[in-house]
């Protein structure tokens, strides 16, 4: 079993639209979590960082589930220009300072 | 802060050659990774320093694979010899505790044929 999971999508939504992605982690002694976006052909770049139940900034909301182990990104007010692939990523425990990534969902925003 | 520089953008080589990837990382990070990323595998953690030094290189797929940081400005990842298969996107990372997630570079995007 993979590490990080996510679902590959994608997910395509109108704008306007509320849209919501999950990830799944099996390191119950990871601490830290991320949220990153990652346009085509384009690096990742850290979207919002997670480490307690949650964390908010405009449209984006990211909350933290650690009974079951999983970390959400809800996105109000869709826009175009949301279209991306979102990688979710888990520090590892124990002091780890690996990340792990899943391999991303991707949101497609259309007219 | 001009962020995460890797070099060159794009590689093509042929099958067999040496490649050398390059990046240079944001001043006072501490810590720089080397990621993979393919349609297959996603990205993938090759090696990690801290402080320069090689901390976990368990994702180096095989001794072809070698990453060298001989100061905390430069990093470089070589393949000898290169095969088509290590086509892919690499990616180098930077965080400055590894606590407040990482900047990435813009990537090098190499293929084998």
């Known amino acids: 079993r993979k590490e990080v999971e996510q679902d590959p999508g994608p997910f395509n939504v109108p704008e306007g639209a509320t849209v919501a992605f999950n990830c799944t982690y099996s390191?119950?002694?990871?601490?830290?979590f991320f949220w990153y976006r990652q346009d085509c052909r384009k690096e990742p770049k850290l979207l919002m960082s997670?480490?307690?139940s949650g964390n908010e900034d405009g449209r984006f909301t990211a909350q933290l589930n650690r009974a079951s182990q999983y970390i959400s990104l809800l996105i109000r007010d869709s826009k175009l220009s949301d279209s991306a692939t979102y990688l979710c990523a888990a520090l590892g425990g124990g002091g780890s300072y690996i990340p792990t990534f899943g391999r991303g969902t991707s949101l497609i925003v259309h007219p | 802060d001009a962020g995460v520089i890797q070099s060159p953008r794009h590689e093509v080589t042929e099958m067999g050659q040496e490649v050398t990837l390059r990046c240079k990382p944001i001043?006072?990070?501490?810590?720089l990774f080397w990621y993979r990323q393919t349609m297959m595998r996603g990205l993938e953690l090759l090696i990690y320093f801290n402080n320069n030094v090689p901390i976990d290189d368990s994702g180096m797929p095989e001794d072809r694979f070698s990453a060298k940081m001989p100061n905390a400005s430069f990093s470089t990842l070589k393949i000898q010899p290169s095969e088509p298969r290590d086509s892919a996107v690499y990616f180098c990372?930077?965080?400055?505790?590894?606590?407040?997630?990482?900047?990435f570079g813009s990537g090098t995007r190499l293929t084998v044929v």
């Open positions: 001043s006072g990070h501490d810590y």
């Open positions: 390191n119950s002694a990871s601490q830290s």
């Open positions: 997670v480490y307690s």
């Open positions: 990372a930077s965080s400055e505790t590894g606590l407040y997630g990482y900047t």
